[in-house]
């Protein structure tokens, strides 16, 4: 069915100088070919889409004008989300296409009441207000918005559109979410949820779809050094490459390929459960159990802005819904030292969690976290995922990846610190590095504990619990 786009809408404001004029939005815009479908479908009626489009398609661009038009169109409150809010600045906020134009000036200054470069907001004279957040600091959750945009939905924190999602739905609100694949993340089961059902609008284009990119570039690209794997991730949207940078991506391609990453790994009732943590205002914990020589993660969390007290309750909920039978929690040096975390009345955080029925084994102090990253690459080789309950885990260990530096000069690629960038995975991946100096202290005994031929169940495509 052929799709029609409502005509740009003209607005007539108050005369001014005795002269009449109009403003067209969209406003300074006029989509390339392959842009206009998304418009269409989501003018027809749509209210979710999914564009995996390649690099330089540009997607923000074409993203920002839609929500623009449509708060003319309704008035209300649009998120525009990126991974962090720095990311948001510099790429939409104060980004400038090829052009020299600048993103934020699609927006006609004469509808504009208020604009505020600290808090990225510009709010309309009709009372419609926009707004540019992180996912990183899940600061998602405000009153009531009636279109988001997510912009590289595949380096984002996945719980950010968890909570939107039933605001949107109560409002009848609409949601578009743009990327470039980072390998079977978030991104990627979005894509596939998207693809089978019909009342998502989405498509995949990659540089042989938009020819906005010539062949002749993306050659020039592969001559200057570009691995193939990032070729085709970032011009011809491969979801089969990991994220760039990425401490573990390629450690989670073998273990994906060793079958090792599965949704039927259960709980084993005969041994205990282990749970490790990464403690603050984002408190993060993973839940594994030692299996011979293997170690089986059952499930990993997080939760944003909650007290000890809250994780402690927690902890006894799972044990009584699923039966874990508890060995030991571990935590952080730092948890027992940092004066920030004298939060209650002068009691060291790792005090006020066994006040409150938490007993925590607090682990050796680390000094080179590049040190532990390594360590952990190793330790990963070790494990199984139960792909379900750790599926917000496995995500971060995938995206946690080495902070990315500009250079100055346009003919040079970037280049890495020699240190994790600080994004929203860092606090579970920080988790399993602490899992991984926690196995050492864990009793020899377990590994005699159930008698199993691990190998004979694997290939029998068995869970290793399920006898």
């Known amino acids: 069915m052929q799709l029609l786009a409502r ?17 067209v939005v969209p406003y300074k815009f006029s989509p390339r070919d392959y842009q206009v479908p998304v418009l269409d479908a989501m003018d027809s009626g749509f209210k979710r889409a999914v564009c995996v489009w390649h690099r330089r398609a540009g997607k923000d661009k074409t993203f920002l004008n839609y929500a623009i038009k449509r708060m003319v169109e309704r008035v209300g409150q649009y998120y525009y989300f990126f991974p962090t809010m720095a990311q948001g600045r510099k790429s939409l906020w104060e980004g400038i296409d090829r052009d020299g134009f600048k993103y934020i000036d699609h927006f006609p200054k004469a509808l504009i009441a208020n604009k505020k470069d600290q808090e990225m907001s510009v709010q309309f004279k009709n ?8 996912t990183d600091l899940l600061e998602v959750v405000g009153p009531n918005p009636v279109g988001c945009v997510f912009s590289e939905y595949s380096l984002e924190h996945p719980k950010g559109w968890s909570y939107v999602r039933p605001i949107l739905a109560e409002n009848d609100g609409w949601a578009m979410f743009n990327f470039t694949p980072r390998g079977h993340n978030h991104g990627f089961r979005m894509y596939k949820m998207a693809v089978a059902n019909d009342d998502w609008f989405c498509e995949k284009l990659t540089v042989d779809d938009t020819h906005a990119i010539t062949q002749e570039a993306v050659d020039a690209e592969r001559r200057s050094g570009m691995p193939e794997w990032m070729v085709q991730q970032e011009f011809y949207c491969s979801f089969e490459g990991s994220t760039e940078g990425s401490y573990y991506g390629k450690v989670f391609q073998i273990l994906y390929e060793q079958d090792r990453v599965r949704d039927n790994i259960l709980h084993n009732a005969s ?22 020589p293997d170690i089986v993660f059952l499930r990993a969390y997080e939760d944003i802005g909650e007290g000890v007290e809250f994780h402690a309750e927690k902890l006894r909920t799972l044990a ?23 939060a209650v009345a002068g009691k060291s955080l790792h005090e006020h969690a066994k006040e409150n029925g938490l007993d925590l084994t ?10 532990g990253i390594e360590r952990t690459r190793q330790f990963l080789h070790r494990c199984w995922f139960n792909s379900v309950d750790c ?20 003919e040079e690629r970037g280049f890495y610190y020699d240190r994790p960038a600080d994004n929203w995975a860092k606090h579970l991946a920080d988790g399993m590095r602490y899992a991984s100096m926690a196995v050492k202290r864990l009793p020899s005994g377990d590994e005699g504990a159930r008698e199993i031929e691990w190998d004979k169940l694997v290939a029998r495509n068995k869970s290793p619990w399920q006898i």
């Open 7 to 23: 005509p740009p809408i003209k607005i007539r404001p108050k005369k001014r100088k005795a002269e009449n004029y109009s403003i």
């Open 391 to 410: 599926e917000l885990g496995i995500d971060a260990l995938e995206d946690y990846q080495a902070q990315k530096v500009e250079r100055i000069s346009t």
């Open 362 to 371: 607090i682990l050796e102090p680390e000094y080179r976290v590049m040190d």
């Open 127 to 134: 009372g419609s207000l926009f707004r540019v957040l992180g």
């Open 320 to 342: 009584k819904e699923h039966g874990y039978r508890y060995g030991a929690h571990y935590a952080p040096m730092d948890m027992q030292t940092n004066n920030a975390y004298k």
């Open 271 to 292: 041994l205990p459960v282990y749970t490790v943590c990464d403690p603050g205002f984002h408190w993060a914990a993973w839940f594994f159990q030692k299996v011979g």
